[in-house]
């Protein structure tokens, strides 16, 4: 029998409840969220009825090939992960990566998020 996490490990992680995952909710965050942009990412904030929040990422073509655009998602989302119990709550968070996304390392993602979020008092 496996023991379970100690509390502080569960709150770092990034279960499936805490992702968009329909269209519905991505086209809701897109139509009435709230848009902060940076060189290299867009966020869109947008609250929701919940008692967390979620993520939603979206990587187009333009960023690279799979490989590159994977990457790209894994950063963003480890990000959230590390970052989420900052982030105000019930909130829904979109971050559309833009072109140039695929050149960054996880701490030039991490420390652009973080100072727009800081900018605009999200976290």
């Known amino acids: 029998m496996v023991a379970s996490a100690p509390l502080s490990k569960k709150r770092f ?5 805490e992702r968009l995952r329909r269209r519905k909710d ?17 966020i869109i904030l947008r609250p929701n009825a919940l008692k967390f929040s979620r ?3 979206t990587v187009g073509k333009k960023v690279g090939n799979a490989v590159k655009r994977n990457r790209v998602k894994r950063c963003l ?3 959230f992960r590390l970052h989420k119990h900052k982030l105000p709550p019930s909130h829904d968070v979109v971050i559309v990566a833009k072109k140039d996304a695929a050149t960054l390392a996880y701490h030039d993602v991490r420390e652009e998020l973080a100072a727009v979020l800081i900018r605009n008092n999200c976290i």
């Open 77 to 79: 989302r480890e990000f």
């Open 13 to 17: 992680s990034l279960r499936r409840h």
């Open 26 to 42: 991505y086209e809701l965050a897109f139509r009435h969220g709230s848009r902060r942009h940076t060189q290299n990412f867009t």
């Open 55 to 57: 993520l939603g990422v």
